[in-house]
């Protein structure tokens, strides 16, 4: 119970069909049931990996390993983004195996059996056991006796959740052990080359000053200008190896907010003043707000930082009342409330706990062992003999460590109330505690509220109605995305899009938290369709038509069309702003001139510097006919990404301050981006495809 204890406190972890298909063999043709088995394992895939399909059953396995794995090393409960973190460790760690540890075998990399006990137990200890809070010492080193104590506590653990946390520490130290060994392959790969070296230090050390004008490409789209669909489709089927993407879907939807109406919110104000003149004068708030109120009463004390995140109201009537004192009912928004001050209190916000814990059955023990402690008895050395709890990973025996009101341990509240190294017997859904703290910050004012709160819902009524209204559009789209906007303007409903709305995506607006069924909706239906309507989390009548689709791969040339014809003719109206200045400014011998026939201004810019190009402010592409140029010469005309440039170099300066050391290091840094990037690439090339949207 110890090291499983250890590992919730210290460990952060993140880190009858087969029957059937057996008697149609003797009935159908092996071609045709193989090609059955594919359609229905097909159905149940969450994706595939280099061209083998992901099992819903293989990837579920593996959700339930690492939610076994946060459970029982953080003991705590499972919320929708905890989930969301362990599906996605669960896909992370199937594409590892998948891919990268193939293409670490490929390289030739290996582990042995010698050099893991040697990364666990020997001299080169793995930084996944040396990360783990629970094998370092008080002062915060490694230390490898906790392993062995570990290690030896497996096989005395009946439940096998130690030798499961240890399964799954070694698989970490495997994957990061060849990790580290295809990294330490790419960095004795990038070699940088005298010529490659002496390069980075001549574009780093020189720095240019320049004069020049530029010709700023017009807003508005030449009308001489065109581009035809031969241009286009050229231009397409030249750069479409671009264009990737995934697959997604172009929505427009309307949603309706069903919102408590006027007599929702009489009603709630009418319930809250019922309730309002007990709520000011019982002696039991605790029950009285399980009651009637939608938050209880928790007994906590608010300082004044923590009251400013309650409504204004609140804040000041805290602040400024007698204990006792009410504030009668207001609104917020739809919310009411009421607030009473039932204390004032000079408390700390932290305290630094000890407990001796005993099974809720020995109340006679409990008593015996804290009339010991009253008169004197030795703490530290009861908890050693006596407590449950023997965590080896803390100071003395019995320290729980610091607590706070908002995080400990259910039960303990009143300790804050307590006078320091004074015992309180307490149970808990642990057992019976001996608890005391010794320690606590400094104490200052603070106030206990207690808040009577009423949200004004919907009522029948008012649901009925708005369902009412979303039905009325449904019903005259008639399923027809055609209908979509007539229906619309003629209700005055806005209409929302939402444009390229990944499949895997988890909503399809930030406004949304909770999404699921229309996305789910919109992944299952095709361009055209109009949806019934879609209620989200009781409160939103969503009505979705889709407008059109993008298969993963490569974008088609319908898709880009629009967006290439707008490149080719920026590209066209440069070339003829390019040429119309140049015949502007012939003869023109120096920037001055150019600037007068161009009647514009000079500018100046000292400071360029060729190995930075996106970090001066300046065209990318004028620093590069800067680097080029001679100095002195009039350069230009310059297509750049905003206009047309004429410059001349007025100065260049050759520096000694980025050095051979600099270059390496900035090789260094590169490599560190691949390693970040490697991953993904990897992913990439084994057209990792993602389909579990279907299913989570």
Request: net charge negative; aromatic share 10%.
């Given at each position: 119970?110890?090291?499983?204890?250890?590992?919730?406190?210290?460990?952060?972890?993140?880190?009858?069909?087969?029957?059937?298909?057996?008697?149609?063999?003797?009935?159908?043709?092996?071609?045709?049931?193989?090609?059955?088995?594919?359609?229905?394992?097909?159905?149940?895939?969450?994706?595939?990996?280099?061209?083998?399909?992901?099992?819903?059953?293989?990837?579920?396995?593996?959700?339930?390993?690492?939610?076994?794995?946060?459970?029982?090393?953080?003991?705590?409960?499972?919320?929708?983004?905890?989930?969301?973190?362990?599906?996605?460790?669960?896909?992370?760690?199937?594409?590892?195996?998948?891919?990268?540890?193939?293409?670490?075998?490929?390289?030739?990399?290996?582990?042995?059996?010698?050099?893991?006990?040697?990364?666990?137990?020997?001299?080169?200890?793995?930084?996944?056991?040396?990360?783990?809070?629970?094998?370092?010492?008080?002062?915060?080193?490694?230390?490898?006796?906790?392993?062995?104590?570990?290690?030896?506590?497996?096989?005395?653990?009946?439940?096998?959740?130690?030798?499961?946390?240890?399964?799954?520490?070694?698989?970490?130290?495997?994957?990061?052990?060849?990790?580290?060994?295809?990294?330490?392959?790419?960095?004795?790969?990038?070699?940088?080359?005298?010529?490659?070296?002496?390069?980075?230090?001549?574009?780093?050390?020189?720095?240019?000053?320049?004069?020049?004008?530029?010709?700023?490409?017009?807003?508005a789209q030449d009308s001489t200008v065109t581009v035809s669909n031969e241009e286009i489709r050229a231009y397409y089927e030249e750069h479409k190896h671009n264009y990737k993407q995934p697959e997604s879907k172009d929505i427009d939807y309307v949603v309706?907010?069903?919102?408590?109406?006027?007599?929702?919110?009489?009603?709630?104000?009418?319930?809250?003043?019922?309730?309002?003149?007990?709520?000011?004068?019982?002696?039991?708030?605790?029950?009285?707000?399980?009651?009637?109120?939608?938050?209880?009463?928790?007994?906590?004390?608010?300082?004044?930082?923590?009251?400013?995140?309650?409504?204004?109201?609140?804040?000041?009537?805290?602040?400024?009342?007698?204990?006792?004192?009410?504030?009668?009912?207001?609104?917020?928004?739809?919310?009411?409330?009421?607030?009473?001050?039932?204390?004032?209190?000079?408390?700390?916000?932290?305290?630094?706990?000890?407990?001796?814990?005993?099974?809720?059955?020995?109340?006679?023990?409990?008593?015996?062992?804290?009339?010991?402690?009253?008169?004197?008895?030795?703490?530290?050395?009861?908890?050693?003999?006596?407590?449950?709890?023997?965590?080896?990973?803390?100071?003395?025996?019995?320290?729980?460590?610091?607590?706070?009101?908002?995080?400990?341990?259910?039960?303990?509240?009143?300790?804050?109330?307590?006078?320091?190294?004074?015992?309180?017997?307490?149970?808990?859904?642990?057992?019976?505690?001996?608890?005391?703290?010794?320690?606590?910050?400094?104490?200052?004012?603070?106030?206990?509220?207690?808040?009577?709160?009423?949200?004004?819902?919907?009522?029948?009524?008012?649901?009925?109605?708005?369902?009412?209204?979303?039905?009325?559009?449904?019903?005259?789209?008639?399923?027809?995305?055609?209908?979509?906007?007539?229906?619309?303007?003629?209700?005055?409903?806005?209409?929302?899009?939402?444009?390229?709305?990944?499949?895997?995506?988890?909503?399809?607006?930030?406004?949304?938290?909770?999404?699921?069924?229309?996305?789910?909706?919109?992944?299952?239906?095709?361009?055209?369709?109009?949806?019934?309507?879609?209620?989200?989390?009781?409160?939103?009548?969503?009505?979705?038509?889709?407008?059109?689709?993008?298969?993963?791969?490569?974008?088609?040339?319908?898709?880009?069309?629009?967006?290439?014809?707008?490149?080719?003719?920026?590209?066209?109206?440069?070339?003829?702003?390019?040429?119309?200045?140049?015949?502007?400014?012939?003869?023109?011998?120096?920037?001055?001139?150019?600037?007068?026939?161009?009647?514009?201004?000079?500018?100046?810019?000292?400071?360029?510097?060729?190995?930075?190009?996106?970090?001066?402010?300046?065209?990318?592409?004028?620093?590069?006919?800067?680097?080029?140029?001679?100095?002195?010469?009039?350069?230009?005309?310059?297509?750049?990404?905003?206009?047309?440039?004429?410059?001349?170099?007025?100065?260049?300066?050759?520096?000694?301050?980025?050095?051979?050391?600099?270059?390496?290091?900035?090789?260094?840094?590169?490599?560190?981006?691949?390693?970040?990037?490697?991953?993904?690439?990897?992913?990439?090339?084994?057209?990792?495809?993602?389909?579990?949207?279907?299913?989570?």
């Amino acid at each position: 119970m110890a090291v499983l204890e250890k590992i919730r406190v210290k460990m952060g972890a993140f880190i009858t069909i087969l029957i059937a298909i057996a008697l149609l063999s003797f009935i159908i043709d092996p071609s045709t049931l193989e090609s059955t088995l594919s359609m229905f394992s097909s159905k149940y895939d969450v994706g595939e990996i280099d061209g083998k399909s992901v099992t819903y059953q293989d990837y579920q396995n593996k959700v339930d390993y690492f939610t076994g794995i946060y459970e029982m090393s953080s003991g705590g409960a499972m919320n929708d983004q905890t989930q969301e973190l362990i599906n996605n460790t669960a896909w992370q760690d199937e594409i590892t195996e998948r891919v990268f540890i193939p293409a670490a075998m490929n390289a030739g990399l290996n582990l042995g059996e010698e050099e893991l006990l040697d990364m666990s137990q020997g001299n080169d200890i793995s930084p996944v056991l040396a990360n783990e809070a629970s094998f370092r010492d008080e002062n915060g080193a490694f230390d490898r006796h906790r392993v062995v104590e570990f290690v030896q506590a497996v096989s005395q653990d009946p439940s096998g959740q130690l030798q499961l946390y240890w399964n799954y520490l070694e698989d970490n130290m495997r994957k990061d052990r060849l990790f580290t060994k295809y990294i330490s392959l790419l960095e004795k790969s990038a070699v940088v080359n005298p010529m490659e070296l002496a390069r980075a230090i001549a574009d780093n050390n020189t720095t240019y000053s320049v004069d020049f004008v530029v010709k700023p490409m017009g807003f508005a789209q030449d009308s001489t200008v065109t581009v035809s669909n031969e241009e286009i489709r050229a231009y397409y089927e030249e750069h479409k190896h671009n264009y990737k993407q995934p697959e997604s879907k172009d929505i427009d939807y309307v949603v309706y907010e069903v919102v408590p109406s006027a007599e929702d919110l009489e009603l709630t104000y009418n319930n809250m003043e019922k309730v309002y003149p007990e709520f000011t004068t019982t002696s039991n708030m605790k029950t009285f707000l399980a009651r009637n109120s939608d938050q209880p009463f928790t007994g906590y004390y608010y300082s004044e930082e923590e009251l400013g995140m309650l409504p204004s109201q609140i804040a000041e009537f805290a602040t400024e009342a007698k204990v006792s004192e009410s504030l009668p009912v207001f609104q917020d928004e739809n919310v009411y409330y009421a607030a009473r001050l039932m204390d004032v209190k000079s408390l700390p916000d932290s305290i630094f706990v000890k407990h001796i814990l005993l099974p809720a059955s020995d109340e006679a023990k409990a008593d015996s062992l804290l009339n010991v402690l009253k008169r004197g008895g030795d703490f530290v050395a009861l908890a050693s003999e006596y407590s449950l709890d023997q965590n080896p990973n803390v100071e003395e025996p019995g320290d729980l460590g610091w607590m706070t009101q908002r995080y400990i341990i259910p039960g303990f509240e009143q300790l804050f109330m307590a006078d320091r190294n004074e015992v309180v017997k307490l149970t808990t859904s642990y057992g019976i505690h001996l608890v005391k703290f010794t320690q606590r910050t400094a104490p200052y004012k603070k106030y206990q509220v207690a808040l009577l709160v009423k949200e004004a819902v919907a009522g029948k009524q008012t649901y009925a109605d708005y369902y009412a209204k979303a039905n009325d559009f449904a019903t005259q789209c008639g399923g027809d995305a055609a209908k979509f906007d007539e229906v619309a303007k003629a209700l005055n409903v806005p209409v929302y899009p939402a444009l390229r709305v990944l499949a895997s995506a988890k909503t399809i607006s930030n406004s949304y938290d909770n999404t699921k069924e229309v996305l789910r909706w919109m992944n299952e239906s095709e361009t055209g369709d109009v949806s019934e309507i879609l209620a989200v989390d009781n409160r939103y009548f969503f009505i979705v038509a889709i407008r059109g689709e993008h298969h993963a791969g490569i974008a088609t040339y319908e898709e880009m069309a629009s967006q290439l014809k707008d490149i080719i003719m920026y590209e066209k109206e440069s070339a003829k702003l390019a040429a119309e200045t140049e015949e502007l400014v012939a003869g023109a011998a120096t920037l001055e001139q150019v600037a007068e026939k161009l009647s514009l201004p000079v500018s100046h810019r000292d400071g360029v510097v060729f190995s930075s190009l996106t970090s001066q402010q300046l065209d990318p592409k004028f620093i590069g006919a800067i680097a080029s140029a001679n100095e002195g010469e009039l350069v230009g005309p310059v297509i750049g990404e905003i206009g047309v440039y004429y410059f001349t170099v007025t100065g260049k300066e050759i520096g000694a301050f980025y050095t051979e050391d600099d270059a390496k290091n900035r090789k260094a840094r590169e490599l560190e981006y691949m390693t970040q990037v490697l991953p993904a690439v990897l992913a990439e090339q084994a057209n990792v495809v993602d389909t579990r949207y279907k299913f989570y």
